[in-house]
Nanobody, 120 residues
Framework: QVQLRESGGGLVQPGGSLRLSCEASVSILVLKSMGWYRQAPGEQRELVAGITSGNVITYADSVKGRFTISRDNAKNTLSLQMNSLKPEDTAVYYC??????????????WGQGTQVTVSS
């Protein structure tokens, strides 16, 4: 089992910044990958940024150049630095972890989500 606890959401004005953090209950070194997803009302959940165990990083086109994902292996923490926020970034942000099981299957784990609202 992997438990994920997010923090750092809130209300920010357009152009502002927020930093999201996700603390894992296990060493993140055992995880296949971690990432941040978001879901706006009426929309499907989408990948915002991800990082693999080999430190391969992926960003959604909509956040490239504005968001930065990083991991702290010592603190078992995943972070998302969000700059130049736009109203369309408003969503519930979820931390995700993927872990490979003994049989080779990959299981997803999710945090409870944290609300990010960008509004003036």
């Amino acid at each position: 089992q992997v438990q994920l606890r997010e923090s750092g959401g809130g209300l920010v004005q357009p152009g502002g910044s927020l930093r999201l953090s996700c603390e894992a209950s296990v060493s993140i070194l055992v995880l296949k990958s971690m990432g941040w997803y978001r879901q706006a009302p009426g929309e499907q959940r989408e990948l915002v940024a991800g990082i693999t165990s080999g430190n391969v990083i992926t960003y959604a086109d909509s956040v490239k150049g504005r968001f930065t994902i990083s991991r702290d292996n010592a603190k078992n923490t995943l972070s998302l630095q969000m700059n130049s926020l736009k109203p369309e970034d408003t969503a519930v942000y979820y931390c995700n972890a993927k872990r490979t099981g003994i049989a080779g299957s990959v299981r997803d784990y999710w945090g409870q989500g944290t609300q990010v609202t960008v509004s003036s």
